[in-house]
């Protein structure tokens, strides 16, 4: 086998050193994220911010998330990145009159309205990685945003969090999410494995065991949005198919993304009850393999498109990076945990395409767009915001799959 091939094999010293190298680089591009008040800068295709752009919490609280590992993995000058940008989570991004995380500010340092379940779920993760990074700020941080949280979004009753209320926490949209509740799974699985409160991986059990109903009886195509019943609305946003959060449709990259949170929560939750977990495992293998199936070169070039409708056929042909990043993320999981040989060869498959196609070798970080040849645009994703997604995919394919990420890195370079 070349040295070439080895690069992409999962398991090899060569795939090892690329996503080493492939870490590096991100943590070397996204350094100028932060502003003089700590929110996060908009980051553009060279790395620079794009200052005319708005500061939002969710990049924010990603950035700190990546560089507290970034800490704990000893890249020079991750710790004060995360210092800088927890002063802008405690700081300006904060509503101290009604409480909780503005979504943003604008360049003119207006707010943006709205308080989302979405941000307020990366501020969680943010904090829990923070701590672990042993961040001094970052103890109270967790405490005040799982409060929050705990008061305006989570709805024990349903077993899911509410998407999205005004700025003054008055008036709640009638409008439920299921993306919002996906990285709501993620912060939740955070918490549980840094503070041992194991009532947040319940919660994570409750939220997945509704996503595994609603896309087992849709051919495991997972449905994104709901009306406040949590009635699936399979038409929402089909006059805006390219919408960033709430696309018409499925999102096959969602549907990858659930496989392996269903996975972690699974392998930690039920531990040595193998009939629970190999149950819960089939579970993520059909909705990885329903998304590949829809979404990857389906259309006579390599790439996952963006959405498809409900049959499988794709509408937007758009390659995003993230959906990359989960499916690198996904298939080696499923290729620990199954030793299928399916998903090596699918591992390898998009290892490839980030070489070859994502991967931006002349400015740093990965193409945030693509679009059906594989040419890089920026209709829905300009820039590079962040490095969330492609940093985690780094990490991953050589992680824990029962261990959230930070927790993983934490444990790790503890006990070497």
């Excluded at 955070?190 to 059990?205: H, Q």
């Excluded at 049959?311 to 990359?324: E, N």
């Excluded at 699918?346 to 991967?359: A, G, P, S, T």
């Amino acid at each position: 086998m070349s040295s070439r091939n080895k690069k992409y094999e999962i398991g090899t010293v060569e795939n090892k050193k690329f996503l080493e190298e492939t870490r590096e680089n991100l943590f070397n591009f996204g350094r100028k994220f932060l502003s003089p008040g700590g929110s996060s800068y908009y980051l553009g295709d060279d790395g620079n911010p794009w200052k005319n752009k708005n500061r939002e919490t969710w990049i924010t609280s990603r950035m700190i998330h990546v560089y507290s590992i970034g800490t704990m993995l000893d890249y020079t000058g991750s710790s004060e990145l995360v210092d800088g940008a927890l002063k802008g989570l405690c700081g300006e991004l904060k509503d101290r009159i009604n409480g909780g995380w503005y979504s943003g500010l604008t360049p003119e340092q207006g707010i943006l309205p709205n308080k989302q379940c979405y941000a307020h779920a990366f501020v969680i993760l943010a904090a829990s990685s923070a701590m672990l990074a042993g961040k001094s700020k970052a103890d109270e941080l967790l405490r005040e945003a799982l409060e929050v949280f705990d008061l305006r979004f989570w709805n024990e009753e349903d077993g899911l969090a509410y998407d999205t209320w005004d700025t003054d926490f008055k008036v709640l949209e009638e409008y439920r999410g299921i993306n919002a509740n996906m990285h709501t799974v993620e912060a939740f699985l955070a918490v549980a494995d840094a503070t041992g409160d194991e009532k947040y991986r319940l919660r994570s059990g409750r939220i997945i065991e509704h996503v595994i109903q609603w896309s087992a009886c849709n051919e495991w195509r997972i449905p994104e949005h709901f009306t406040k019943e949590w009635i699936p609305n399979l038409d929402y946003n089909k006059e805006k198919p390219t919408d960033p959060f709430k696309p018409y449709g499925a999102t096959p990259g969602h549907g990858i993304e659930w496989a392996r949170l269903i996975i972690q929560w699974a392998l930690s939750y039920w531990k040595e009850n193998k009939d629970k977990t190999k149950y819960y495992i089939e579970v993520a293998e059909n909705l990885y393999n329903r998304a590949v199936e829809d979404a990857w070169n389906v259309d006579g070039e390599a790439g996952i498109v963006y959405t498809t409708d409900w049959r499988g056929k794709p509408i937007v042909h758009d390659r995003m990076h993230w959906t990359l990043a989960e499916a690198i993320n996904t298939s080696s999981v499923l290729w620990n945990i199954t030793k299928k040989e399916k998903y090596s060869e699918d591992y390898k498959k998009y290892m490839r395409y980030l070489d070859e196609k994502v991967i931006d070798y002349k400015n740093g970080s990965w193409f945030h767009q693509l679009d059906i040849h594989n040419n890089v645009i920026g209709t829905v994703w300009p820039g590079k915001s962040d490095i969330y997604h492609a940093l985690q995919a780094t990490w991953i394919p050589y992680g824990t799959s029962e261990i959230s990420i930070a927790s993983d890195v934490e444990r790790r370079m503890r006990y070497l």
